[in-house]
Nanobody, 122 residues
Framework: QVQLVESGGGLVQPGGSLRLSCAAS????????MGWFRQSPGKEQEFVGS????????RYADSVKGRFAISRVNAKNTLYLQMNSLKPEDTAVYYC???????????????WGQGTQVTVSS
């Protein structure tokens, strides 16, 4: 079993920045794709971005492209989401996800974290 624990959420003003972290533990593999999703009240879960096992390939939702950046440090089993130029519409619970197929280019979530709240408000 794999455990994913997010941290770094909080309250930030519009235009500000936050960095989320996702620490993986248990029977982890650094050779799986990982990513971030988010969900706001009353809305469906939304894909934010993903990164392949090596960190050499990333994908982003159009709504965050150019503002958010995903990275990973496999030696630390940690995934990051750097969020810049935050907008009120970025307010959501952010979830970390990991696949279970090694060397997969695309992310098919199999493991999920418990989520961390991000609130963008003045």
């Amino acid at each position: 079993q794999v455990q994913l624990v997010e941290s770094g959420g909080g309250l930030v003003q519009p235009g500000g920045s936050l960095r989320l972290s996702c620490a993986a533990s248990g029977r982890t593999s650094s050779r799986v794709a990982m990513g971030w999703f988010r969900q706001s009240p009353g809305k469906e879960q939304e894909f934010v971005g993903s990164i392949n096992w090596s960190g050499g390939s990333t994908r982003y939702a159009d709504s965050v492209k150019g503002r958010f950046a995903i990275s990973r440090v496999n030696a630390k089993n940690t995934l990051y989401l750097q969020m810049n130029s935050l907008k009120p519409e970025d307010t959501a619970v952010y979830y970390c996800a990991a696949g279970n197929v090694e060397y997969s280019v695309t992310l098919r979530p199999y493991y999920w974290g418990q989520g961390t709240q991000v609130t963008v408000s003045s």
